[in-house]
């Protein structure tokens, strides 16, 4: 897939692991949602992370991608230790990784072109946003980038009027627009219809061909099986196993699942 | 386009219903519609509501209330009274009143985005306890603040502009304070629409979880938007006290459901994530105008309160129909406070 211009450059060389993280924990209050975790995600490779519902998956990006802090442990981007008192979403943009959220990526009543630019606008230094270009920009996104050509969608249309699928087309062409290194989708294909996740599994795809990493949460495993190169197995907060889908059939794999819910 | 823009001009409907209330005043009171004396008069009354509905705009935009502002009407202009009348501080004294306002509303901020205090809750508590602090402070008394007009405090703020002996009398009685006012919501206007705090608002009321995603400092923005709110509270106590030429500690009462009527009634959504200053403009209007124009149409001042209360109403259900159905059937569902009065949402 060449059609997607700022989609083709490739990462920068000079490291091995995009994020690590290492004997990270969390807790809220006495939940203990992160046990010891030590994780490493290298360049243009896509991480499958499966576990039960609260295992910790959602907590585990969340860290890594500077929404919440961890009680301790260590996190490197690019093999460079990050200071976690500074570490923010902001900063987590800066370095070039992205998440998707499976409902939580885009703000429904507004329009697409302030959704597209939210959190880093273009704005003059006074901080008034240069609206005409964001729209401009955002349109470019929509035809080129996502595809969405002649079905009636426009810079203005806001979020409410998206379908499941469009809405994480939407949120996936953002995060490539920003030339990320990592893209993070937490269970991009919740209550979708088959033929948008299909769509859905093609922008994984794109991800990966464009030369980026991603991480990618999904709890239906023929999905995360059929485009993962890694599976990371997470059961009540610790990293138990990972699994190359390929040393691993699907049935296998639920088989596994099944027997360390069994264990609880 | 199909999908395409929710656009149209802002606040259309308000303006509407603006222009057939105006008419119907004008057919059943025309001595008073017809003059322009009633318009210079809502130019000298009407401010403080409008600085107060356009920061509260802002609040409720974000999925939050506030209901500290009538205290800090009080608080604000008692600083304001005592350090004009006692001390004779002049401008020092609009800054104090101002910086008390400020205060209250950065405090009201911090309760809410760092103690986690719903903002119902915190600007409840604040209410009483900054209102109960002017009684204190004031020992229940009243200021009159006799020969403030020669004053370049009172002149600047709410002096009546000039246009010389030969213009017409009803321009010359136009008040500074609107001009104030109009440039202040004016730029409010211009900050929420393109400046990106104002973008933040509106996303932090769509969903402080999404906001948080995509990297808005929600509890900074939050604190911000109290202070907003408190210096335009500030403000507003200045403006009043001048104007009254008088500080009394209840000042601020008759400002509570007005104020945030103002704004619902303008097309500002209760549940956040939309709003419109345009709209609360002219909802300041209206509430402004059924006061002088039911009284002027001769019905008793009683009726006053009815008829605000049940636009009010009327105006809430018809953008709830039109705006958000599927919020309406929500609110039918669970009657009451889901996220009308934010923060009171289940950690994400
Ligand atoms: N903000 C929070 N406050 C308190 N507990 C939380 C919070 N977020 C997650 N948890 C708890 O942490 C655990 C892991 O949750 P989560 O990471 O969402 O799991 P998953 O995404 O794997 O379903 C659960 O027990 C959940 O209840
Ligand atoms: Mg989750």
Redesign the interface.
């Known amino acids: 897939m060449t059609e997607t211009p700022d989609a083709a450059v490739a990462p920068a060389a000079g490291f091995r692991d995009i994020v690590r993280l290492e004997g990270v924990q969390k807790y809220f209050g006495s939940i203990h949602a992160l046990r010891d975790i030590d994780l490493s995600i290298g360049r243009n490779e896509i991480v499958g992370l499966i576990g039960d519902n609260g295992a910790g998956k959602s907590t585990l990006i969340k860290v890594m991608t500077g ?1 919440l802090a961890p009680t301790s442990g260590r996190i490197f981007i690019r093999d460079r230790a990050v200071d976690l008192g500074d570490y ?3 900063m987590a ?1 800066d370095l070039a990784i992205e ?1 998707v ?1 499976q409902d ?8 697409l072109w ?1 959704n597209f630019f ?4 273009i ?1 003059n230094r ?4 240069d ?1 005409k270009r964001q729209k401009k920009i955002a349109e470019d996104i929509l035809l080129n980038s996502i595809g969405f050509r002649g079905v ?3 810079v ?3 979020v409410a ?2 379908s499941g699928g469009e809405r994480q087309g939407i949120a996936i062409g953002r995060a490539m627009h920003y030339n990320s290194d990592l893209i993070v989708l937490d269970e991009p294909t919740v209550a979708l219809a088959v033929k948008e996740v299909r769509k859905v599994l093609d922008f994984v795809r794109r991800i990966k061909e464009s030369g980026r990493a991603c991480v990618y949460i999904e709890h239906n495993l023929a999905h995360v099986h059929e485009v993962a190169d890694r599976l990371v197995v997470l059961d009540r907060g610790r990293v138990v196993a990972e699994i190359a889908p390929r040393d691993m059939s699907v049935s296998a794999l639920t088989e596994f699942l099944i027997d360390l819910q069994k264990a609880h | 386009m199909g999908r395409g823009t929710a656009g149209g001009i802002e606040g259309l409907p308000i303006i509407l219903v603006f222009l057939c209330l105006l008419g119907l005043f004008m057919y059943t009171a025309p001595s008073v519609f017809l003059s322009p004396f009633i318009y210079t008069t809502f130019l000298s009354t009407l401010p403080p509501l409008v600085l107060l509905a356009v920061g509260l705009t802002y609040v409720i935009g974000a999925g939050e209330i506030d209901l500290s502002f009538p205290a800090i009407i009080a608080f604000s202009g008692f600083v304001f009274a005592v350090l004009f009348k006692e001390y004779q501080l002049g401008w020092i004294a609009v800054i104090a009143a101002l910086a008390a306002g400020l205060l209250v509303g950065f405090v009201n901020g911090l309760l809410i985005a760092k103690v986690g205090l719903p903002s119902f809750i915190a600007t409840l508590g604040t209410q009483f306890f900054w209102a109960g602090m002017a009684t204190v402070l004031s020992g229940g008394k009243s200021y009159a603040l006799r020969g403030a007009e020669d004053s370049s405090v009172w002149q600047v703020l709410v002096g009546r502009l000039d246009f010389g002996a030969g213009a017409p009398l009803w321009l010359n009685q136009i008040s500074l304070q609107a001009v104030w006012t109009a440039l202040i919501a004016a730029f409010l206007w211009l900050v929420l629409n393109r400046h990106r705090f104002g973008e933040h608002v509106l996303f932090i009321g769509d969903s402080n979880a999404v906001s948080r995603v995509v990297g808005i400092d929600v509890d900074r923005e939050k604190i911000k938007l109290f202070t907003l709110m408190g210096g335009l509270a500030g403000l507003a106590a200045i403006f009043l006290t001048l104007e009254n030429k008088n500080f009394f500690g209840n000042q601020g009462q008759g400002y509570l459901l007005t104020a945030i009527a103002s704004v619902l009634i303008g097309g500002t959504s209760i549940f956040g994530g939309r709003a419109t200053v345009i709209g609360t403009v002219f909802g300041c209007f209206i509430i402004g105008m059924l006061e002088a124009g039911l009284v002027a149409s001769g019905l008793t001042g009683a009726w006053v309160r009815t008829v605000q209360g049940l636009i009010f109403l009327i105006a809430i259900i018809f953008y709830l129909t039109v705006e958000e159905p599927h919020r309406r059937a929500a609110l039918m569902a669970r009657f009451g406070f889901r996220r009308g009065f934010g923060r009171a949402k289940p950690a994400e």
């Open positions: 929404v923010s979403v902001r943009h998440t959220y939580k990526s885009l703000a429904e009543k507004q329009p302030r939210v959190g880093r606008q704005t006074f901080g008034f946003i609206i009636g969608i426009t203005d249309s806001t009027q998206l």
